[in-house]
């Protein structure tokens, strides 16, 4: 059973990356990623695509919704590295880390390609 489910922008070079990251971080296979433009995400018919597309959405094993960086912060600290997202939950930087996090995801495909030079992936593209 997974402790959380992540569900994710697959299109998204960043994003992809990150999840790669957890996962190869995930050595007691704690956390399942679910890109939310392939066909196992249409199995979550509670999460809703359109908001799933805004930010990032995840359910606990009780079932619960968890958005944002909650996510990040709760996934990397289930693989042993939630020092390093703390700092972003802390009162007083939390709001201003939100209002970050809800700036990026909008415009994440432009900053990808900032970073990357690649501003969406395709099915070959993202799955190194």
Not at 9 to 19: N, R, W
Not at 49 to 78: C, R
Request: aromatic share 14%; with cysteine.
């Amino acid at each position: 059973m997974y402790q959380l489910t992540v569900f994710y922008d697959g299109t998204c070079p960043l994003c992809a990356k990150e999840m790669r990251a957890l996962k190869q971080q995930d050595k007691n296979n704690v956390i399942k990623t679910i890109d939310i433009y392939s066909e196992v995400f249409s199995e979550y018919s509670n999460i809703d695509p359109k908001a799933a597309n805004t930010v990032l959405h995840a359910l606990n094993q009780k079932g619960e919704l968890i958005l944002g960086l909650d996510v990040t912060y709760l996934a990397w600290k289930l693989v042993g590295k939630g020092w390093l997202y703390a700092p972003l939950r802390w009162p007083g930087i939390k709001v201003i880390a939100d209002w970050c996090y809800l700036h990026f995801a909008k415009n994440r495909y432009r900053v990808s390609y900032w970073l990357t030079g690649v501003s969406r992936c395709n099915k070959t593209s993202c799955s190194k």
